[in-house]
């Protein structure tokens, strides 16, 4: 990054709260004395906000109490003023219809927080799915000087002997216990196990997958986003992100400078390299539109076609992110696909991604592949095509039985995710391996919220068959720590009259995931009779955010976010002090 001037006190954006000799001012300098701090700590220093997404709900974040003190510690070290500020936490686990409902009012609490507030930097404390991203956004939208702390994957765990993946292994179990092979005993002591201490899922799950986002786009110190929620280096990184935000106060480092055409490229890369999460799209297509960069879908599949598949981590993988981080972290992985990467895009370090990976060594050939044996050549995740999905959709090959990649088969159809609850495991209904499971009104606007139903349970009669994947289709996502032969994110979704809307029982529906292609088998004609029949369900709000929601919200292919909080070239000033 060229050399840059450093800002004077005056230039800071808090000296126009703080530095005026005026009634305002005198108000804002005795608020903070009447919080114990005296004039020296504040004066002339850049105020730092701390955007703590904790609370008693969020288990992934339940160390970020001490986490804010490190970051605390390092802003004070670098000669900054830290002030933290609680801001509403998504809880994957808790947070209903979804936590992906209220990702966007996140992200504008994020952007009205910055704005409104004397802060010279900020840093973003997030780490469980839709927090990262989130902040991102609205970070991005009000372009002040920003740093992101990751909060880190939880430790290892194993259960009977075995190593345990959060998310993957629930749902493995579950279906082992659907097919009497668990008991009820067993998965009441696995309870016990699957999640062992602070931090999000050390899968590579969304949250895996958006911290190592973060990173790769320069977003977050180098190597931060694989260190575990409990190791020791985690309180160092704190420390140290606080430092770098007081430096980046003062030489007016902003997010737009990260975002760049070539650092999105530059994260889907790493998204394909890394086996991540599906839901990465719908974020980055979100991040996308509030950085004014151009992204398409396809560009997701240009780059998953040449770029292989070099972390062997769970679900599509064998291993978690302590072991990566063990086996040379995310710098390691980055080196490896180092010809694949756009390495003069800066960082908030100061330095360029070439830089931050040079030299970066890998200890385990097993848990980061080489590329002469990586995990899959290529096609991490594909983006599908056709009239079932005029718009697109996405399917994780990887994480599928490879038989199923190529399969047609007949359409079972639930009109919502209560119909399939009720009628799933029903034996009367006679499905069978070949059938394709679809799933309607689970989409941005149909479920609300695009909930992680993706991975749609297969009856509990073929299960005990030994059948252990199916082709399913829903205009829903999944967890990232999800497998099998899901398509998902289809758009148009089904709420809003998209194909999906019109499958039958018993429609033949073709997929070809190596031609790209999703094809529901009935003539244009009769697709257009069943359209003409339809009638679009009543939105489920009338006022508040859920209106705002109903009214605002693009489809998964445009990343879900708010219409009027896409990027068009203008920006908002900061607000008047009177």
């Not at 799933?424 to 070949?434: C, K, V």
């Not at 398509?487 to 070809?512: C, K, N, T, Y």
Request: net charge negative; charged share 20%.
């Amino acid at each position: 990054m060229s050399q840059r001037p450093r800002k004077t006190p005056e230039q800071l954006r808090s000296y126009r709260y703080f530095g005026p000799d005026d009634l305002r001012s005198f108000g804002h300098r005795s608020r903070q004395k009447q919080a114990g701090f005296a004039t020296e700590e504040f004066k002339d220093k850049p105020v730092i906000g701390i955007l703590n997404t904790w609370n008693d709900l969020i288990s992934c974040h339940a160390h970020f109490r001490q986490r804010a003190e490190d970051v605390k510690r390092g802003v004070w070290q670098a000669g900054g003023f830290p002030v933290e500020i609680p801001v509403m936490g998504l809880s994957e686990t808790f947070m209903k219809p979804t936590s992906m409902y209220y990702r966007n009012l996140l992200a504008m609490e994020t952007e009205e927080t910055l704005r409104t507030y004397p802060l010279d930097a900020v840093i973003l404390m997030g780490g469980c799915d839709k927090t990262t991203p989130a902040m991102l956004m609205g970070a991005r939208s009000v372009d002040i000087p920003s740093i992101f702390m990751p909060g880190g994957p939880m430790s290892r765990t194993s259960w009977r002997g075995e190593p345990l993946g959060s998310g993957s292994d629930v749902w493995k179990y579950w279906d082992q216990r659907g097919a009497g092979r668990l008991s009820c005993e067993a998965w009441c002591e696995l309870e016990d196990h699957i999640a062992a201490s602070p931090g999000h899922c050390m899968t590579m799950g969304t949250a895996s997958t958006m911290t190592a986002i973060a990173e790769t786009m320069g977003l977050c110190l180098p190597g931060s986003s694989s260190v575990p929620a409990t190791h020791s280096s985690h309180s160092r990184m704190a420390s140290a992100t606080g430092s770098r935000a007081v430096e980046l106060a003062w030489l007016d480092i902003k997010p737009s400078e990260f975002m760049t055409p070539e650092s999105f490229d530059n994260a889907i890369t790493a998204l394909m390299a890394i086996g991540g999460s599906t839901n990465a799209i719908v974020h980055l297509m979100a991040l996308a539109g509030r950085a004014e960069v151009p992204l398409t879908l396809e560009r997701f599949d240009e780059i998953s076609q040449k770029t292989p598949v070099v972390g062997n981590l769970r679900p599509a993988g064998k291993y978690v992110m302590a072991d990566l981080f063990d086996a040379g972290g995310l710098q390691g992985l980055l080196h490896r696909i180092g010809d694949l990467l756009n390495l003069d895009c800066p960082n908030v370090a100061g330095t360029t991604l070439g830089e931050a990976i040079e030299g970066a060594e890998v200890y385990d050939e097993d848990v980061i592949r080489p590329r002469s044996n990586p995990l899959s050549e290529s096609s991490s995740l594909a983006v599908l095509r056709g009239n079932l999905a005029p718009d697109g959709c996405v399917i994780k090959p990887p994480a599928a039985e490879k038989h199923l990649l190529q399969h047609r088969g007949p359409a079972a159809v639930f009109k919502n995710y209560p119909d399939l609850k009720a009628r799933i495991h029903d034996p009367a209904l006679g499905l069978t391996a070949n059938h394709v499971i679809v799933l309607q009104n689970a989409g941005p606007l149909g479920a609300p919220g695009i909930p992680e139903w993706g991975m749609l349970p297969i009856p509990k009669y073929l299960l005990e068959q030994g059948v252990t994947d199916m082709v399913r289709i829903s205009d829903a996502r999944m967890s990232g720590t999800s497998y099998g032969a899901c398509v998902l994110h289809v758009a148009p979704e089904s709420f809003v009259g998209g194909p999906l809307a019109f499958v039958q029982d018993g429609d033949m529906i073709r997929l070809d995931v190596a031609g790209r292609q999703i094809e529901l088998e009935i003539s244009d004609e009769e697709l257009a009779s069943r359209r003409s029949g339809w009638t679009q369900p009543e939105n489920k709000f009338t006022r508040g955010y859920g209106k705002l929601y109903f009214e605002q919200t693009t489809q998964a292919d445009l990343g879900c976010d708010f219409r009027f909080l896409h990027a068009d070239g203008s920006q908002d000033p900061d607000p008047e002090i009177y």
